[in-house]
């Protein structure tokens, strides 16, 4: 490890939140720790470039990472936008060859890097591992699924709905106010739109009672991102079934 005792302790505590560690024994775990790497990047910071050879997983611990992809006119698309807690390049190791994408830092960000041939023999050695590192891949898989329906079904004006709603979820649900954790430039970036054309979804929002001022998102009432909501996340909402909630027989 590159850090202090104290800090080997914070990284136990988040790393065990993270759900492919989860289910391994206190010695199992300290062995992962020594075979891993804390690292923290500035913003911008490039940890594996589209068309690599990835040879390590990255754990979130603090901030976020983005996966993007680049055309050859330089022109990028973000794909995902990685919280503390989730890990990126694990579908990449097990599937072989190139990487499809570039990972990047957004603001500084505390990874755990863990080299490919490790994760590899945790997957052999202990089934646990194996099914969590499962429920990882087919996660990603889910979430690029989700991604093409968001850029390609569905309106700007619907994308930026179904964007706000899971952010409101995350949040907590429980405030008609929340914060945009990432700039608006990258949401339409991720959103697969032009700046311009996020700027005019979100006057347009204005009639459901939503408004955007800055980061600060505000809301008329717990249940106006409601109309936005779809199957996979009414799963994830706290307010799923309640009577109140017009939407809920979607």
Same mark, same amino acid.
């Given at each position: 490890?590159?850090?202090?005792?104290?800090?080997?302790?914070?990284?136990?505590?988040?790393?065990?939140?993270?759900?492919?560690?989860?289910?391994?024994?206190?010695?199992?775990?300290?062995?992962?720790? /020594?075979?891993?790497? %804390?690292?923290?990047?500035?913003?911008?910071?490039?940890?594996? $470039?589209?068309?690599?050879?990835?040879?390590?997983?990255?754990?979130?611990?603090? &901030?976020?990472?983005?996966?993007?992809? *680049?055309?050859? !006119?330089?022109?990028?698309? *973000?794909? =995902?936008?990685? !919280?503390? /807690?989730? &890990?990126?390049?694990?579908?990449?190791?097990?599937?072989?060859?190139?990487s499809p994408m570039t990972v990047e830092t957004v603001g500084e960000v505390r990874i755990?890097?863990?080299?490919?041939?490790?994760?590899?023999?945790?997957?052999?050695?202990?089934?646990?591992?194996?099914?969590?590192?499962?429920?990882?891949i087919a996660a990603n898989y889910r979430g690029a699924i989700q991604q093409i329906d968001?850029?390609?079904?569905?309106?700007?004006?619907?994308?930026?709905?179904?964007?706000?709603?899971?952010? $409101?979820?995350?949040?907590?649900?429980?405030?008609?106010?929340?914060?945009?954790?990432?700039?608006?430039?990258?949401?339409?970036? $991720?959103?697969?739109?032009?700046?311009?054309?996020?700027?005019?979804?979100? =006057?347009?929002?204005?009639?459901?009672? %939503?408004? %955007?001022?800055?980061?600060?998102? =505000?809301?008329?009432?717990?249940?106006?991102?409601?109309?936005?909501?779809?199957?996979? *996340?009414?799963?994830?909402?706290?307010? =799923?079934?309640?009577?109140?909630?017009?939407?809920?027989? %979607?």
């Amino acid at each position: 490890m590159t850090e202090s005792t104290n800090t080997l302790s914070a990284v136990w505590q988040k790393l065990r939140k993270v759900q492919p560690f989860a289910d391994l024994s206190d010695d199992q775990f300290q062995n992962v720790l /020594g075979g891993g790497t %804390i690292r923290t990047c500035p913003d911008g910071h490039i940890l594996v $470039h589209q068309g690599d050879a990835p040879s390590h997983m990255f754990f979130v611990l603090e &901030g976020q990472l983005r996966t993007l992809l *680049t055309n050859e !006119d330089g022109r990028e698309v *973000t794909l =995902r936008l990685l !919280d503390p /807690g989730v &890990g990126c390049m694990g579908t990449v190791l097990f599937m072989g060859g190139l990487s499809p994408m570039t990972v990047e830092t957004v603001g500084e960000v505390r990874i755990f890097k863990l080299a490919g041939h490790f994760v590899k023999n945790l997957v052999l050695e202990h089934p646990p591992f194996a099914t969590s590192m499962l429920g990882m891949i087919a996660a990603n898989y889910r979430g690029a699924i989700q991604q093409i329906d968001t850029v390609t079904l569905r309106t700007p004006l619907q994308r930026i709905g179904h964007y706000l709603l899971v952010e $409101h979820i995350l949040s907590g649900s429980d405030n008609l106010m929340f914060e945009l954790r990432f700039k608006k430039s990258l949401i339409a970036s $991720h959103l697969g739109m032009t700046p311009e054309t996020l700027s005019r979804a979100l =006057r347009k929002i204005r009639q459901y009672g %939503i408004t %955007i001022d800055g980061q600060t998102v =505000r809301l008329k009432d717990a249940f106006v991102l409601c109309h936005f909501c779809d199957l996979n *996340t009414k799963e994830s909402c706290p307010f =799923r079934d309640n009577p109140d909630c017009p939407f809920c027989d %979607i």
